[in-house]
């Protein structure tokens, strides 16, 4: 079998008489999931497509040789609609990005692989990752892991708990990504510490139990976090350290069966 130590990690990469060669327990495919949506101010629309790309970035540099993976291409636009107020904001209804990701991997199912990992980088789409892993489980039996970059968590100490509970979009720690990312497209001088209305609501907008918002009821400019306090040094921690959580999960993941886990129940 051909090796995937050549350094082809793109899916778009391979001819289509590769794939038959593909190791289905041992090859794991990324779906990446992003938006196309306002971040304030001083962030461009283009945010959560930038912070994927850049984290995929990173992990083709970092993934040892011994995890195959194929990355999909990102998925730029996502379910958005609750940015639309804003000009510059692209969105697909929620069936629309449910029914095309769908397609997305009943196609890798079709090519012979089963192992998927949806990686998101946009809080709208959430909900619908969490359908979508269970679709393909149920209609093509694949193995699905839906995840967060954020979910692999932050260096300790590099952000303030103000940050950590409140800045949701635009905030601190998606502007000092971008500040390693793309520096060229942040405007620090209109970064400011965007208050979130959820500090005070009675029933809060995060949490388990939540009030359901659009970003304008967080704040009038759309995006909240302490952005002001960013710095490319805080993105490149925070990009290797999310990248080492989810290399920990490839491993983890690779070492189950793609027909699923041992169904044992505990004594």
Request: net charge negative.
């Given at each position: 079998?051909r090796?995937?130590?050549?350094?082809?990690?793109d899916w778009?990469?391979?001819r289509?008489t590769e794939?038959?060669?593909?190791?289905?327990?041992?090859?794991?495919?990324?779906?990446?999931?992003a938006a196309?949506?306002?971040?304030?101010?001083?962030l461009?629309?283009?945010?959560?497509q930038?912070?994927?790309?850049?984290?995929l970035?990173?992990?083709?540099?970092?993934?040892?040789?011994?995890?195959?993976?194929?990355?999909?291409p990102?998925q730029?636009?996502g379910?958005?609609?609750?940015?639309i107020?804003?000009?510059?904001t692209?969105?697909y209804?929620a069936?629309?990005?449910?029914?095309?990701?769908?397609e997305?991997g009943?196609?890798?199912?079709?090519a012979?692989?089963?192992k998927?990992?949806?990686?998101?980088?946009h809080?709208?789409?959430l909900?619908?990752?969490?359908?979508?892993?269970?679709?393909?489980?149920?209609?093509?039996?694949?193995?699905?892991?839906k995840?967060q970059?954020?979910?692999?968590?932050k260096p300790?100490?590099?952000?303030s708990?103000?940050?950590s509970?409140?800045?949701?979009?635009?905030?601190?720690?998606?502007?000092?990504?971008?500040?390693?990312?793309?520096?060229?497209?942040?405007d620090?001088?209109?970064?400011?510490?965007?208050?979130s209305?959820?500090?005070?609501?009675?029933?809060?907008?995060?949490?388990?139990v939540?009030?359901?918002?659009?970003?304008k009821?967080?704040?009038p400019?759309?995006?909240?976090?302490?952005?002001?306090?960013?710095?490319?040094?805080?993105?490149?921690?925070?990009c290797?350290?999310q990248?080492?959580?989810?290399?920990k999960?490839l491993?983890?993941?690779?070492e189950l069966?793609?027909?699923g886990?041992?169904?044992?129940?505990?004594d």
């Amino acid at each position: 079998m051909r090796r995937f130590a050549e350094k082809r990690y793109d899916w778009a990469e391979f001819r289509t008489t590769e794939f038959a060669d593909m190791d289905p327990e041992n090859t794991i495919v990324i779906l990446p999931t992003a938006a196309i949506e306002q971040h304030g101010p001083h962030l461009p629309v283009g945010v959560d497509q930038y912070i994927n790309e850049g984290m995929l970035t990173h992990l083709r540099a970092t993934c040892p040789e011994d995890i195959n993976i194929l990355i999909l291409p990102v998925q730029a636009v996502g379910k958005s609609n609750e940015h639309i107020h804003a000009k510059g904001t692209l969105t697909y209804t929620a069936k629309t990005a449910l029914d095309a990701w769908t397609e997305i991997g009943l196609s890798v199912a079709r090519a012979g692989l089963k192992k998927m990992v949806i990686v998101n980088s946009h809080g709208g789409n959430l909900d619908l990752i969490s359908i979508l892993g269970r679709e393909l489980r149920v209609q093509a039996g694949m193995m699905v892991v839906k995840c967060q970059w954020g979910n692999f968590g932050k260096p300790e100490g590099l952000y303030s708990a103000q940050e950590s509970t409140y800045g949701i979009h635009g905030g601190d720690l998606e502007t000092s990504l971008m500040l390693h990312f793309k520096p060229h497209l942040v405007d620090m001088s209109k970064a400011e510490d965007f208050r979130s209305t959820a500090e005070t609501a009675p029933i809060s907008p995060i949490g388990p139990v939540n009030l359901a918002w659009v970003s304008k009821d967080l704040n009038p400019k759309g995006t909240v976090g302490e952005a002001h306090l960013a710095t490319a040094e805080k993105g490149i921690a925070t990009c290797a350290h999310q990248v080492a959580g989810f290399i920990k999960m490839l491993k983890e993941f690779r070492e189950l069966s793609s027909e699923g886990y041992a169904r044992t129940i505990p004594d």
